[in-house]
């Protein structure tokens, strides 16, 4: 490569610029010299980079640093409130939104639950009305935001921008990520729900500091999110984590409603399902687990015999997983929370006895908000470089 080109000056003089960035975002506040020592270029270089950064606004000077001798050095930071995005997650027929700073604080939230199945006309309006909410409530202007991470039900092709497989939205080989540019006239990055939920609690819930480790999420279906040696595990089809899919139940006909074996009997409709036959007086409005779980308390046969069964599955699913991937933790997220400890050593237990080695399984940190999360910083991981910053 030829440095002196006008153009590849400018190449490398952008590329030291995010070295910068990447340094500061990842240390919080560095010196100069830090810096220079850090990114291997000279205190010179990296004093002018410095000063059109903070002419940018890209970064900026917060006081001084402790000092062993000698004059106190400056201290430089990111300047996370220059830009922001907005995280999205469609969880069943709620509807979560977040707009965040580039440190992947919210700053503040909208939430809505639709009362039928989300379409995908229904689900374009529903982020229209929440991005316009969000952008009043933070007094952000929409040029300042660099764009949003959406996650949805169903196999998303990230690489591409479109659903391959999503039956409760009805986007089946569709180009999502264009159409919905085109309507909220932002930048988009997709993702399936629940790898937006792992990617939560991979960076600030119970995977933090984690190299390997499966996400399970129980709700309307089941699904779970793979990171290996830290890198999301996507698969060749990005179909990875559709354990949804895994012949565990009676088999039945699922051309119906696209649902796979597993979560046709053990998500949280099936559950119900059965449940309401057996107790007539079911709230549907209170989680059908805790429901189970007072019965049983309360000496309920059936309720017991039901209960044990579901958690028998379940621990069906994890061995299988567990068998193939040999994960560090197990985070366990959406309606299998309200099993408690005791249902978690029950698990445990099962497990024991079925594989060899059973890892570390924890509830999620983060509940609610681990999808929210999960697509913040997916969304600060697609969008906030420089070039895009700056347009």
């Not at 000077?61 to 050095?73: D, H, L, Q, T, V």
């Not at 400056?74 to 700073?101: P, Q, R, W």
């Not at 009305?129 to 952008?135: D, E, I, M, N, P």
């Not at 053990?266 to 057996?278: F, V």
């Amino acid at each position: 490569m030829d440095l002196g080109q006008p153009g590849n000056i400018k190449m490398v003089k952008q590329m030291n610029k995010e070295s910068i960035l990447y340094r500061l975002r990842k240390q919080g506040s560095m010196s100069r010299a830090d810096l220079a020592k850090a990114t291997a270029l000279s205190r010179p270089t990296v004093s002018a980079l410095v000063e059109e950064m903070i002419g940018e606004d890209l970064i900026c000077e917060i006081g001084e640093g402790a000092s062993k001798a000698g004059r106190k050095p400056i201290l430089l930071a990111y300047n996370y409130k220059l830009s922001a995005v907005i995280g999205a997650v469609f969880e069943g027929t709620v509807l979560h939104m977040a707009l965040a700073d580039l440190k992947g604080d919210p700053l503040c939230q909208y939430t809505t639950r639709m009362n039928e199945s989300v379409s995908g006309e229904r689900a374009i309006l529903e982020l229209e009305k929440g991005l316009h909410s969000l952008l009043f409530q933070s007094g952000y202007e929409k040029e300042k935001i660099l764009g949003i991470g959406l996650g949805l039900p169903g196999i998303t092709q990230k690489r591409n921008g479109t659903i391959s497989y999503a039956p409760s939205t009805g986007w089946m080989g569709l180009p999502v990520q264009k159409e919905l540019e085109e309507r909220l006239e932002l930048p988009v990055t997709l993702d399936n729900d629940v790898n937006m939920m792992t990617l939560g609690e991979y960076y600030q819930g119970a995977g933090r500091e984690v190299s390997n480790l499966i996400y399970m999420h129980i709700g309307t279906g089941i699904g779970a999110g793979i990171m290996l040696n830290r890198q999301f595990y996507r698969g060749s089809m990005e179909a990875a984590g559709e354990i949804g899919y895994m012949m565990i139940g009676p088999v039945q006909d699922r051309s119906q409603d696209g649902y796979g074996v597993f979560e046709n009997n053990y998500a949280i409709p099936g559950i119900t399902e059965r449940a309401k036959r057996l107790f007539p007086d079911l709230q549907e409005e209170t989680s059908v687990v805790k429901q189970l779980l007072q019965k049983s308390s309360e000496g309920v046969r059936e309720a017991e015999e039901l209960l044990e069964e579901v958690l028998t599955h379940w621990s069906y699913g994890i061995a299988n997983m567990v068998s193939i991937l040999d994960p560090e933790l197990l985070i366990l997220n959406g309606e299998i929370v309200h099993i408690g400890e005791g249902g978690l050593r029950r698990m445990e237990a099962l497990l024991k006895n079925w594989v060899p080695v059973v890892p570390r399984m924890e509830f999620a940190v983060l509940g609610e908000q681990s999808g929210i999360i999960g697509a913040i910083y997916s969304a600060i991981e697609s969008f906030s470089t420089i070039r895009k910053i700056r347009s």
